[in-house]
Structure formats: structure tokens, C-alpha cells
């Protein structure tokens, strides 16, 4: 795993590139790009007290967003070329999106409905008992 690139928001956030590419066979790599920035939850991204604090017991002060990207069985030769496309995807498709200042509000608020719907998941932070 190889930090490629860190990239400044203009929202405040910073994103890390990872290189988490790795041989195959003798001939070939699986390519994978992983994309990380860590968001402070702040109380002011919730309508209620009460979400701010469900996420905050949940998973902590800090969540992360993270986006994965891979291809398997490349050509070593090729592998750093496609690799710079995934990288290029992602920055075309998805880091204009990330730069809003609503980013990080809609993402907390995200992991906020994902725990209410999908309690099962998070059973243990609520004392429950799988059925």
C-alpha cells in the first residue's frame, strides 16, 4: 500500500490516493486504487442532537469516506497506465462532487440513515440480540 497523492479540497477536506496494486502471477498485477479522506462529524451537519450523538457512538468522532477501484490480471507493462485511468476516472467523475461544502454533511447524514435503517448492523452499540 503506496500513498500516491494527497489532494486538497476546497471544502476543507483532504483526500488520499493509495496505490494498493499488488502481483498477480509472474506477468500480471491486480490494480486497485483506493481513494480515503477522513470528515470530523460535526453536530451542525445533523438537524437533531440526537443524530449527532447516535453517529458519534456509532463510529466515532471521525468517519471516513472511501471509494475502491480495481482491475484484475494486467499486464505488468500496463500497470501504471491503468492504474493513471482509474485515477483519472475518479477525478473527473466523482472529485468535483467531494470539493462541494455539502460533502461532508450529506456524507454524515448518509452514515446517519445507513445506522437508523440497518440497525442488524450495529446491533451491538444498541444492546440487541440478533433474531
Do not use: C
Amino acid at each position: 500500500m503506496k500513498l500516491v497523492e494527497e489532494i486538497p479540497l476546497a471544502n476543507g477536506l483532504k483526500v488520499e490516493v493509495w496505490d494498493e496494486s499488488r502481483p498477480i502471477a509472474a506477468d500480471t498485477t491486480k490494480v486497485e486504487l483506493l481513494i480515503r479522506s477522513k470528515i470530523e462529524l460535526k453536530s451542525s451537519y445533523f438537524t437533531k442532537p440526537e443524530q449527532f450523538e447516535l453517529v458519534s457512538k456509532v463510529l466515532g468522532p471521525e468517519i471516513f469516506y472511501e471509494y475502491k477501484k480495481e482491475r484484475p490480471f494486467v499486464s505488468n507493462n500496463k500497470k501504471d497506465l491503468v492504474f493513471q485511468e482509474l485515477l483519472d476516472n475518479f477525478k473527473k467523475d466523482s472529485l468535483p462532487y467531494l470539493s462541494k461544502p455539502i460533502f461532508p454533511r450529506n456524507f454524515a447524514l448518509s452514515k446517519y440513515w445507513d445506522i437508523e435503517r440497518n440497525r442488524y448492523k450495529y446491533r451491538s452499540y444498541f444492546n440487541e440480540k440478533p433474531s
